[in-house]
């Protein structure tokens, strides 16, 4: 694999590396919201809340669209969300690998 795709991968990565991103992902998995619809299920100020808006747009997650004042967030790329069934599948896995060694310890 090239450099330049993993720095990418990387890019994407790093933009998912944040609780409130992933919720802002979630929320918007069930379709297009108004970033005021958004602001009050986060306890960050709206410029906050924009600087993460602002990480998943730059990497291509996420677009906007202007409607007078307000601002429409949809996600540009759904598949992004196979990255969360992945994710619960390493942490279902992690989480019976760990209860098998303390049931082992226990054994012994």
């Known amino acids: 694999m090239k450099r330049e795709e993993l720095e ?3 890019r994407v990565m790093k933009a998912l590396a944040s609780p409130v991103r992933l919720k802002i992902i979630d929320e918007l998995s069930r379709g297009e919201r108004c970033m005021c619809e958004l602001q009050p299920l986060f306890p960050h100020d709206k410029s906050t809340l924009s600087r993460h808006v602002a990480e998943l747009k730059n990497v291509g ?12 967030l949809r996600l540009l790329t759904p598949c992004i969300l196979k990255i969360f069934e992945c994710t619960m599948g390493v942490i279902r896995s992690e989480a019976k690998r760990q209860a098998d060694l303390v049931g082992n310890a226990k054994g012994n």
């Open 8 to 10: 990418a991968r990387a």
């Open 61 to 72: 997650i996420v677009g906007e669209r202007r409607e007078g004042v307000r601002i429409y």
